[in-house]
Each structure stands twice: as C-alpha cells, then as structure tokens.
C-alpha cells in the first residue's frame, strides 16, 4: 500500500510540473529564509548562556533618586567590591571588570591586546575554561592569563607557561609572566578579551584604592545558591546608608525624593544572563529581547505565508482530478485512504522542499553571515533540543498545510466529482481569511521597511553638531606615549596638502575601528547643591578641528597659560549650573580645585542618538592621557589625504596598526542594528511578496477554473476583455483593501512602539502607510492580470464547452 502510495504521488507531481515546480520555489525559499533567519536569531539569544553558573551571576548597578528623577550607574567605586563582600552574607565571589588595551612591547610583535584587569574570583564565576595553569592564577598578581589564540598570535605555539611579557598598558611598562592558558573566549561571550591580569594594575588604582567618590569599573557577583537578587537588595540598605552617607545627604538637600521602597540610594542586580539585551538608558534598564525573537517571527510568517501558498494551490489544482476522486469513490476507496494518497503527495513536495532549503541556505550561508556581519553558523542550531523542535516544527507545518487540502478533497462527494463541478463555496471564507492574513504580513512588513529606512536616513544625515565628514579619528595604539604622538603626528602632517588641522582627546566620536569607547562622569557641589557633568580631556583646537560651534567665550588657547585650570561646557551644562552667563564662574572639581568657565559650546550629540544631549565639560588636563587623535581635512582629494595620514602615522610607529577612520563611518557603526533591522525586514518584505504573488497566481487559477464558463456566457452576451478583468479582480481588491484596514492601525502600533526608544526619531505620517498599501494593490492587480486577461481574451466557444 505503501509503496502504491509513494508511486501514484510521483507520478501525479510529475503530471503536473508547473504546480509542482511552483511550490517547490515557494516552499524551498522559505525554508532556506526561516533557517538563516532562525540561526541569526537563535545566535543572539544564546549570548552568555554557556556559563555554568549563569542562573546565580548578576551585575550590580545603582539607582540614585536626584531632583530631575532617577540616575542608574553601573560604575562602582574601587573599595565597593571588598566591603560589599565581608559586611553582606549569601556572596559566594565577587569581582571587578575593566576592559582596556594593551600593546605588547617585544621587537616585532607590537600587538594590540584586549585586555582586562578583574580579580582572582572571575575565573571560578564565570565559565572560561582554564587549558593550562591554575585557576586563580590572577592570585599572583604578577602573573597573566592569556588565551591560546593570544599565545599563538604572540609566541607561535601555546606551551607558554612562564614566558614573558613586556606590555605598555596606560602608558606603563609592566613585564607579567604566563601564569594560564585559556581556551579561546565563545563567540557568544559579552565579555571578550585577549588577556586578563589583576585588578591591582588597573588604572589609577593607587590613588583610588580607598575613594568612594570615584567611579571606573563593573562589579559582577555570584549569589549563593539559599538567597535572591531581592534578599540581597533588601539587606543592602543598610550597607548604602553607611557608605554613601554623604550622597545620600546631598541627594535630600537638593529636593530629591525617595523611590517606592523609601530609598534614596538603592543597589539593584541584573542578571548576568540579560546583559546582552539590557540597555541603560540613563533614567530606567530596558531588558528586551524584541530584536531576535522580530527577527525569528518574520522567518515564521514567511513559512506561514508559504503555507497558505501551498493550501491555496493544492485546491487549485485539484479541479484538474475531480474525475478521479470520483472514480476512486465509486470503485470503494476510502477517505482514509484518498486523504492518505493527497498527503502523502503534499509530505513529498515539503520534504523535497526541505533539502532545496537547507541547499540553499547553506549555499547563502556566507553572503548571508557577510551581509549582516555575524559569526553565527548553521552548525550552531545543532543542538539535540533545537533539531527536536525544528523536527517538530516541520512535522506540524506538513500536517496543517497538507492536510488541509487532502481533507478537503477527500470530502468530495462522488457524483459532484464524476460531473466535474468543485463546489467549495463553502470553504471561499477560509480562503478569503488568509488572503486577508497574508496580505496585512506583507502591508506590515513593507511599513516597516519604509519607516526603518526613512529612520536610518534620518539618524544618518541629521545634523550631530559637529564635522563628522571631513574629520579622521585615530586610536593611538602606539609604544610612545599618547601626548608624544600626537606632537609627532601634528609636526609630520604640518604643511601637508589637504591637511587643516590635529587634535587629540580622551574619547572618540561614534565607534571606531578599534571598537572600543569610553565615558567619564563625574559629580560635584555648585551654589549649595549637587550637579554632574560628562568629562572630557582635549587638546588644543579640538573644537576647531571637530567644527564645534562656539555660543559665546573662547575655547582653549596657547596664548593663555592658565588654560589646564579653564574648562569649556555645552549649553546642557550651563543649563545643570543654572546660569544665564556662565562665563568666569569658578567650578570646584577634583580635590578642591577651581576651575573657571571660558567659553560655551553649542550642543552636540556626543553620544548616541537613542540619548539625549547631556551636560558635558572640556578640560586640558595635562596629567590626564589622550587616546585619540583627530584630523580635519579639506574636502578635495579626501583619499589620497587619508593615505597622508597613514603614512604618516606609518613612519611615527612602524610596528602599530593604523586604524583611523573618518567620523562619519564611525557614526554610521553605532547603526548596526538599525541597518541590520531595515536589511532583514526588507528582505522579508521582498520574500513575502513574492510568495503572496504565487499564492494570488494559485488563487486566480481556483476562480478562473471555477467561473469559466461564467466568463464565456458573459462575452457572448457582449462584455469587453475590460468588464470581464475588473469582475475577475474586484474580489481580490477587496481583500486586499480588508487587509490594509487591519495592517495599519497594527503596523503604526509597533512602529510607534519601536521608535519610542530613540530621542530623535521620525514622524510618523499617513502617507507611509497608505504607500505601503499601495503597492500591495499594484502587486496584487500585477500577478492577478496575468491569468484574468488571458481568461478575459480566451474564445469563448473553448470556455463554453468545459461544461
């Protein structure tokens, strides 16, 4: 039975090869779409979820109530981590976190090094395999852990144990011997470094190892296995109260109010599993992640769309074999066993679709990982549990869409299948209910394509308040010291064609090529209360070279020797002091010592465009290190300037990679996501579509073959091709008009929704919408003319005699 089965199914798909091929293009791309979408998605959702212990693992950050509302910090204190540990109980370890870069000094091997300075317990909470060495080797604090591709990258081979390494970290000299081998960090890790040596060599940590008052590093915790984040938040009270005593005084006198829980000052936890998806956003934490699981929905409604395809075809096409359920019928076949015989031709053409699918996805797998600029693999969804669902998962999509048809088709009556006549007026509601269904995806999805692009247009060329096209941005990643390369560099392009001007800083604009970024804030009494400021050390000229817009005073200047103990604000800041003319007032910051107000610049977004402007302060700090250069050329001959400065740089530091880069693509890096959401939603708008013109050319089959000879009474009678085409097509506008109703108001929600997260977004107009609507009707009218005006131009004698 079996056997006569698989053969009569074979046979009927052959018969028919222009259905058969149809569904197998539809079916096959949208396999191949579902699982290169599934893997990027399942790739994001399974960052930070290798570590054994990521169920107890939390970062702690704080929520301060000021007077403008509620402040989150996830920077602590040098001294926080140790006290927090011996005066709360249920801490099984605690540990500091700084990322930073170090540049290891071996003639020839000048490599630039993520590295990290954390404390011995970082290795026993989070799940780093240690290859070679001891676990605690950070105990040492002479000692680094590096990771094999490290080791390669540095020695050649990965049997280092005690080699040395002579590393310029923050302008130091420090020789560390190898203490560990670490396997090389997952992928899927959020926190990635080449090397990893104590903390004790941190930045500043000296002068900071008892300052409360000083903010520079993450503290993550491992909770024990009898108490919860809230238990620990709750008992924390008391610890806040006695450290930060001061603040918390200051935070009243300023007219702050408590929180819901009486606190001024409140230690929270977040789960170190969410961190990848938690955005700060400065007033609350936003943990979503909308982001993977959009990106797998619209893998899942293109299968849904394919399926509907498949459905609406299978009934289009079972007119052509209405004789045959009738002789099968009245020769003693079963439903059973016809259902049996349609499904298993339907399991042949999805099972035959699957492996063009995976075909294809494998063959599209590099342009794909290419295109969205991700490490995610297919061998990735390899796992025995994510196979079982996506085992379960086709086996439910067959049966539905397959069965359904055989179902159908197996109800039949057999004098109405021997006479030829397919009476499913019946079942024209369900049919109409997914044209309706698949038409507001595709009305959705081409709204959404249209609102991410004008979005990403608008963040693109909006004006940021500073020269981002005419500006290179250089880590200094050199063996000098930072402040003597940027002398050096401004003394080699002086003079040099297109060359306008050098600067440095302490932060860079955007993100660079490096890929790192940096900020400093800081907090201090003016006039009686508390204000903040972001913190930022320059150079000279550094607003001349960004184009920074001066409102009123003077930026830095040679001419003034006094400068180190000038600062320059933004309007923000102004705004925080409260003064009309802050020109000349005198700031006491760090230790007591006066600054006084020189100049005010206009606003610029420093930071990203999902925040807005903060108050931020310019220093000339000579102590403080610079970690960028700038250089502004002329707007002609751009290239061949920008080979100036590398060569410049080239001869400067031989050995260090140049990674400057202009600051309008260091912007435009900030945007991945944004242009990863606009390619993804309009690829699937694309797939969509043109799976909703195979379902429409399928449907327009079902009603041509049902009205045909309808459509030859009519010409007879004298309707033109016109009248004939508009009565074939004015149902399916109709549907299409339903599902521009439904589409729209659900489209303009999550839209609105999405773009509540950005500071400067777009408007959202009608005309998006009804653009969106549009060309589905263009679309549909495009595919459905193509078998209405060939039924409209038939001879009506060929039509008339069907019957």
Same mark, same amino acid.
């Given at each position: ?68 509302? /509620? ?14 540990? /011996? ?16 540049? $290891? ?72 011997? !190898? ?88 230690? $929270? ?84 679709? &699957? ?14 990982? /290419? ?6 693999? &297919? ?95 250089? #880590? ?59 913190? &930022? ?48 007032? /005198? ?12 100049? !005010? ?14 108050? %931020? ?12 250069? =700038? ?22 530091? #031989? ?6 880069? =202009? ?26 579509? %043109? ?113």
């Amino acid at each position: 039975m079996l056997k006569n089965y698989i053969k009569i199914a074979f046979r009927n798909l052959w018969k028919d090869k222009s259905f058969t091929l149809l569904n197998l293009l539809g079916l096959s791309v949208a396999f191949a779409a579902a699982l290169l979408l599934g893997m990027y998605a399942f790739f994001d959702l399974s960052y930070d979820q290798f570590h054994e212990n990521k169920e107890d693992l939390f970062q702690v950050y704080y929520s301060e109530q000021t007077p403008d509302g /509620q402040e989150l910090a996830t920077s602590m204190p040098v001294p926080f981590a140790p006290a927090l540990e /011996q005066e709360l109980p249920n801490i099984k370890h605690i540990s500091r976190y700084i990322s930073d870069h170090a540049l $290891n000094l071996e003639e020839g091997k000048e490599l630039d090094l993520r590295l990290i300075f954390t404390d011995p317990e970082f290795f026993e909470m989070f799940s780093f395999e240690t290859l070679r060495g001891p676990v605690d080797v950070l105990k040492n604090d002479s000692q680094i852990s590096i990771t094999e591709e490290t080791a390669q990258r540095l020695f050649g081979k990965t049997e280092v144990l005690g080699e040395r390494l002579n590393l310029l970290v923050n302008g130091r000299n420090e020789v560390f011997t !190898v203490g560990s081998i670490l396997k090389d960090i997952p992928v899927t890790s959020g926190l990635r470094f080449d090397a990893a040596v104590n903390f004790t060599h941190s930045p500043n940590y000296a002068e900071n190892v008892d300052r409360w008052d000083s903010r520079n590093h993450s503290v993550f915790i491992q909770l024990s296995a009898d108490t919860t984040p809230e238990a620990l938040t709750q008992s924390a009270v008391s610890f806040n109260n006695l450290h930060y005593q001061g603040n918390i005084e200051d935070l009243k006198r300023d007219g702050a109010q408590p929180n819901a829980n009486g606190n001024y000052l409140e230690l $929270n936890l977040l789960p170190f599993k969410d961190i990848h998806f938690a955005d700060f956003k400065g007033d609350y934490l936003k943990v979503s992640r909308a982001y993977p699981f959009m990106i797998l929905g619209i893998g899942l409604l293109i299968l849904f769309i394919a399926g509907i395809n498949f459905v609406n075809m299978s009934i289009a096409r079972s007119a052509q074999r209405l004789r045959e359920i009738g002789m099968r019928k009245t020769l003693g076949a079963a439903k059973k066993q016809l259902f049996f015989q349609f499904w298993s031709e339907s399991v042949w053409i999805f099972l035959i679709a &699957l492996l063009l699918g995976v075909g294809l996805s494998l063959a599209l797998e590099s342009p794909f990982r /290419q295109l969205f600029n991700t490490p995610a693999r &297919l061998t990735d969804m390899s796992s025995s549990t994510l196979l079982i669902t996506l085992l379960i998962s086709f086996i439910l999509i067959t049966f539905i869409a397959g069965g359904y048809p055989a179902l159908v088709l197996s109800k039949l009556g057999t004098l109405k299948a021997l006479k030829g006549k397919l009476d499913l007026a019946g079942k024209n509601r369900v049919r109409n209910a997914l044209m309706v269904v698949q038409f507001s995806i595709a009305i959705v999805l081409i709204s959404g394509t249209l609102v991410l692009g004008k979005q990403l247009d608008y963040m693109r060329n909006k004006d940021l308040g500073f020269n981002k096209e005419q500006v290179v941005a250089i #880590p200094l990643n050199g063996k000098r010291t930072n402040r003597q390369n940027v002398a050096l560099l401004r003394n080699e392009l002086a003079g040099k064609p297109g060359i306008l001007s050098v600067t440095a800083s302490d932060n860079n604009l955007g993100l660079g090529r490096d890929g790192s970024t940096y900020f400093s804030r800081m907090g201090f009494d003016y006039k009686g209360r508390g204000v903040s400021t972001n913190m &930022l050390v320059v150079d000279y000229d550094y607003p001349e070279t960004l184009g920074l817009q001066l409102k009123e005073g003077r930026t830095f200047s040679r001419s003034y020797s006094g400068d180190s103990l000038s600062i320059v604000i933004n309007e923000a800041m102004a705004r925080e002091l409260q003064e009309e003319d802050p020109l000349n007032k /005198q700031l006491i910051i760090d230790d007591s010592i006066k600054y006084t107000v020189v100049g !005010v610049l206009k606003d610029y977004n420093f930071q990203s465009l999902n925040k807005k402007i903060e108050p %931020i302060s310019l220093f000339m700090k000579g102590d403080w290190d610079l970690y960028y250069a =700038f250089v502004k050329v002329a707007p002609q001959n751009m290239a061949q300037t920008f080979e100036s400065i590398q060569d410049a740089w080239k001869r400067i530091e #031989p050995n260090a990679e140049f990674l400057g880069s =202009f600051l309008d693509e260091n912007i435009d890096r900030t945007f991945k996501r944004e242009r990863t959401m606009t390619t993804i939603i309009s690829s699937g708008s694309l797939i969509a579509i %043109i799976l909703s013109c195979i379902g429409l050319f399928a449907i327009s089959m079902l009603v041509v073959t049902q009205r045909t000879k309808e459509i030859g009474v009519r010409k007879v009678v004298g309707a033109s091709v016109a009248q004939i085409t508009f009565l074939l097509t004015k149902d399916f506008l109709k549907l299409v008009g339903v599902a521009f109703v439904i589409a729209a108001p659900v489209a303009w929600w999550l839209l609105s929704q999405w773009l509540q997260d950005y500071e400067y977004r777009i408007e959202l107009h009608l005309w998006i919408f009804l653009a969106a609507g549009l060309l589905a009707v263009f679309i549909a009218l495009f595919t459905i003319s193509f078998r209405t005006i060939r039924a409209a131009l038939k001879n009506p004698v060929e039509s008339l005699r069907t019957e």
